[in-house]
């Protein structure tokens, strides 16, 4: 595989709208605040298996960059949005097939007591 392939992704891993799907009630802007300015890298993981391969959990990559987005003036939702690199193999290509397919559309900080981001569908 060339390393020349751009496997990039950018989504909200944390809403400020809404409540989750669960009906936890919305996150607060503020727990969020310093995340873009204090948070290294973490790593990306993906665990919705068969669907890539039948191994289990599995890092696929790594979240570089996270910015705390106020889009009610833009008419786009306010949130944080993560910018992460899938790694440059076949895990990476098919997950981000199952990600432009839509099989895997959301990202979740932390969504398992980790300090992580988890890609979920």
Same mark, same amino acid.
């Given at each position: 595989?060339?390393?020349?392939? &751009?496997?990039? !992704?950018?989504?909200?891993?944390?809403?400020?709208?809404?409540?989750?799907?669960?009906?936890?009630?919305?996150?607060?802007?503020? *727990?969020?605040?310093?995340?873009?300015?204090?948070?290294?890298? !973490?790593?990306?993981?993906?665990?919705?298996?068969?669907?890539?391969? *039948?191994?289990?959990?599995? $890092?696929?990559?790594?979240?570089?960059?996270?910015?705390? !987005? &106020?889009?009610?003036?833009?008419?786009?939702?306010?949130?944080?949005?993560?910018? $992460?690199?899938?790694?440059?193999?076949?895990?990476?290509?098919?997950?981000? $097939?199952? !990600?432009?397919?839509?099989?895997?559309?959301?990202?979740?900080?932390?969504?398992?007591?980790?300090?992580?981001? *988890?890609?979920?569908?």
């Amino acid at each position: 595989m060339s390393n020349d392939i &751009d496997l990039s !992704i950018t989504g909200y891993c944390v809403s400020f709208d809404q409540p989750s799907e669960d009906g936890r009630p919305p996150e607060e802007r503020a *727990s969020y605040e310093v995340l873009a300015d204090f948070c290294e890298e !973490i790593p990306l993981w993906v665990g919705h298996f068969p669907l890539i391969t *039948s191994s289990g959990f599995r $890092a696929v990559g790594r979240v570089i960059n996270f910015a705390v !987005i &106020d889009g009610e003036h833009w008419n786009i939702p306010s949130g944080v949005l993560a910018y $992460a690199e899938l790694t440059r193999d076949w895990v990476g290509v098919s997950v981000f $097939a199952a !990600i432009s397919s839509g099989q895997l559309w959301a990202l979740s900080l932390g969504g398992n007591g980790k300090r992580e981001v *988890s890609l979920t569908d």
